[in-house]
Each structure stands twice: as C-alpha cells, then as structure tokens.
C-alpha cells in the first residue's frame, strides 16, 4: 500500500490539531468545576514543555501558519497550571471542613 507523502502531512497536521484544541473543553470544565485535583503537576508541565518545544520548531522552521494550533494548547496549558495552586488549595480546604464538620457532630 503506497501513501502520499501529502496525505501523512495533513493526517498528522489534522491529528495535532485535534490535539490542542481538545484542551479548550478541559479548561472549560476546570473552569466550571473548580476542581483540579486529578490532574497532576507532572502531566501539566510535560504538556507545557512539549507546547514549547513545538513552537519552538515552528519558528525555527519558518511554519508560520502552524502557531495558531500550537498556540491554543500552550495558552490552555498556561492557564491550567495558572489556576491549579488555586484550586487546589480550595478543595483541601473544603474537604478540612467537612472533616472538622463531621468530627464536631459526632461529639
């Protein structure tokens, strides 16, 4: 079976695509939630720093049209790893009280 060098191109470009944008629905629902204890420090910042190194071999290569797709994964990324000290700290914080609510009642 013979491919197109073209066709691989616009599959992977396709898939990269898909990849980045399937980002904006995470943070909608982080957003939503408020919730980010699930979601790891190490994941976050892997995905940063191969949001990086993307366009970085955007630049470099001159694939100008590119940036828009990359762009869109690394600002949601930044924005994930922006706003997780923050939620996280409100979920530790909820969970203390419902433990300290449930203590005093059975006293």
């Known amino acids: 079976m013979e491919v197109n060098k073209s066709t691989i191109y616009y599959i992977i470009i396709a898939a990269t695509f898909l990849l980045n944008f399937s ?3 995470l943070l909608l629902e982080v957003l ?4 980010m204890s699930s979601i790891p420090y ?3 910042i892997c995905m940063l720093i191969s949001q990086i190194l993307l366009l970085f071999v955007v630049f470099y290569r ?5 940036i828009g797709i990359y762009l869109v994964g690394f ?3 930044s924005t994930l790893l922006f706003l997780k000290p923050g939620y ?5 914080q909820t969970v203390n009280n419902n433990i ?3 203590i005093t009642e059975e006293e």
């Open 100 to 102: 300290y609510n449930i």
């Open 42 to 44: 190490i994941t976050l």
């Open 23 to 25: 980002f904006i629905p």
């Open 75 to 77: 600002i949601c990324i």
């Open 32 to 35: 939503q939630q408020r919730n």
């Open 88 to 92: 996280d700290n409100k979920n530790t």
């Open 62 to 66: 001159e694939y100008y049209y590119h």
